[in-house]
């Protein structure tokens, strides 16, 4: 038995210096540890994407989870023309999205969400876009991407906080970069305008500092 | 690196779709976030360049045991599902299959809750209740009501968790029947990526 849990351990080990599209192809073999592998590898990024969707960590690792079995189930239609992780990066916002979808998590997540903000902001009318956390801005992120289209949402997090090129955004996303341009370019002005519109605490610190 | 001008620095972002991101743009947003003076500039000039500073999901320590456990289990349904009813005896559930069940009931029944109506998985919870109450009583009738857009409860009679063939042609019914525990779920695998 022990000599078992050894070679099974050197057979895990083995996949820690493979490509991610090698371990597409272990997947597709039907290796296990191809996929404890990719789990290790991509489960923090996977779930940062999810979150910064659907505003929700405990969602996010549902998405993430359901994403990986995607990966296992569906692996076939893996294209090796494809980025692996471009690939992997589309299940994940595709289910993210499908899941902002439904209307009951809308107005589960983005009521108490703005109810909560408000008391942060009405309660710390001195705080400035520079001293708001983390956590605040995505409090804030998230009441605001609720006025962008879906697209729009995640051009946005792909290009700006995922920091991905617009050429891999396209084809996570399915369009032309052209297309992704102009989602940007509109989600731009959107949060902009959102941002200026409901936190004029914010708003007039800075229209101020454009003005000197 | 100095501190750049931000007023010229952001002007592309609003200037139209095809515009360039200008020379400097990455190392002035990486010097951003170690410069203080900068920020409030920057924030000046474009308030939408907070939200890059979106915070992080914080990631628990055993988050990735914790994921490959949940996935574990996802396939191990996967598996129970493919092994249908009809061609075991009853007296065929071993050790393994309970173990398995029970894994699958601790990954699945939250997350079905809440992945209800994502793609993919998107699964209807039915019904958890304890196994002596009969299905007309169970609570969780609201969350029935939720997860099930295209349904009419009242039409799902208390003999439906042993039904395979079920009005979604691509859905599959899972149905762990436990001492404590009675869960039928609905899993539609029909969406694709």
């Known amino acids: 038995m022990p000599e078992l849990v050894y070679s099974e351990r050197r057979h895990r080990a083995a996949w820690e210096e493979r490509?991610?599209?090698?371990?597409l192809e272990g997947i597709r073999a039907r290796d296990e540890a191809a996929l404890d592998e990719l789990i290790t590898r991509k489960t923090g990024p996977l779930l940062q994407l999810a979150y910064r969707i659907v505003g929700d960590r405990e969602e996010a690792r549902d998405i993430v989870q359901v994403a990986f079995f995607r990966v296992w189930e569906q692996v076939e239609r893996f294209d090796s023309r494809w980025s692996p992780n471009t690939w992997i990066y589309r299940i994940v916002n595709n289910l993210a999205i499908?899941?902002?979808?439904?209307?009951q998590s809308r107005e589960r997540q983005v009521e108490p969400v703005r109810q909560h903000l408000r008391q942060v902001a009405s309660g710390r009318s001195q705080r400035t876009l520079e001293s708001l956390d983390g956590s605040e801005v995505a409090g804030i992120f998230r009441e605001?991407?609720?006025e962008l289209t879906d697209r729009q949402r995640s051009v946005f997090i792909l290009r700006e906080l995922e920091g991905l090129s617009s050429r891999e955004v396209?084809?996570?996303v399915e369009c032309r970069e052209s297309t992704v341009r102009n989602h940007l370019f509109n989600a731009r002005k959107v949060l902009r305008r959102a941002l200026l519109e409901r936190y004029p605490e914010y708003a007039r610190r800075h229209l101020g500092g454009e003005e000197r | 690196m100095s501190?750049?001008?931000?007023s010229r620095?952001?002007?592309?972002?609003f200037a139209g779709a095809d515009q360039q991101e200008p020379d400097g743009w990455r190392e002035a947003l990486e010097h951003l976030g170690s410069c203080a003076a900068c920020r409030?500039?920057?924030?000046a000039a474009d308030p939408t360049l907070v939200l890059l500073r979106h915070g992080d999901a914080e990631l628990d320590g055993d988050e990735v045991s914790r994921m490959r456990a949940g996935v574990d289990a996802l396939r191990r349904a996967r598996r129970v599902e493919e092994h249908s009813p009809e061609q075991r005896s009853p007296r065929g559930r071993g050790a393994d299959h309970v173990r398995s069940v029970r894994s699958v009931r601790s990954a699945l029944v939250p997350?079905?809750?809440?992945?209800?109506?994502?793609?993919?998985?998107?699964?209807?919870l039915l019904s958890v209740y304890p196994h002596r109450e009969p299905p007309a009583a169970t609570a969780a009738l609201p969350e029935i009501q939720a997860f099930a857009p295209s349904a009419s409860i009242d039409s799902w009679g208390s003999d439906m968790a042993a039904t395979d063939d079920f009005f979604l042609s691509t859905a599959t019914v899972y149905h762990f029947d436990e001492d404590d525990l009675n869960v039928v779920i609905l899993v539609d695998s029909g969406l694709d990526v």
């Open chain 2, 3 to 6: 501190c750049p001008s931000w």
């Open chain 1, 98 to 103: 499908d899941h902002l979808r439904s209307r």
């Open chain 2, 40 to 43: 409030e500039a920057a924030y």
């Open chain 1, 144 to 146: 605001l991407a609720g």
């Open chain 2, 9 to 13: 620095l952001v002007a592309h972002r």
């Open chain 1, 170 to 172: 396209a084809e996570i």
């Open chain 1, 19 to 23: 490509t991610d599209r090698d371990l």
């Open chain 2, 111 to 124: 997350s079905a809750m809440r992945l209800a109506a994502a793609a993919g998985l998107a699964g209807v």
